[in-house]
């Protein structure tokens, strides 16, 4: 799946994946549309994706902070 806006969801083999900015997100948690999400090392969502998931559309992000 291909991520058409410069923020979007993308299912990739069973994970969840959010690409910000030409990259996906690693180790790092951020609030999208009011909710904490955490991702990984591998950039893959740790927790339940929203329901829209998958969907390329623009959403708020506010507050990263970097896991190290």
């Given at each position: 799946?291909?991520?058409a806006l410069p923020?979007?969801?993308v299912n990739f083999n069973g994970q969840t994946?959010?690409?910000q900015n030409g990259q996906y997100v690693v180790n790092v948690t951020?609030?999208?549309d009011?909710?904490?999400?955490t991702f990984g090392s591998d950039g893959a969502l740790i927790g339940t994706p929203?329901?829209?998931a998958g969907a390329s559309y623009s959403v708020s992000v506010s507050?990263?902070?970097t896991n190290n």
């Open positions: 799946q291909t991520c923020i979007c969801w994946f959010y690409y951020l609030t999208i009011g909710v904490a999400y929203p329901a829209n507050n990263p902070v």
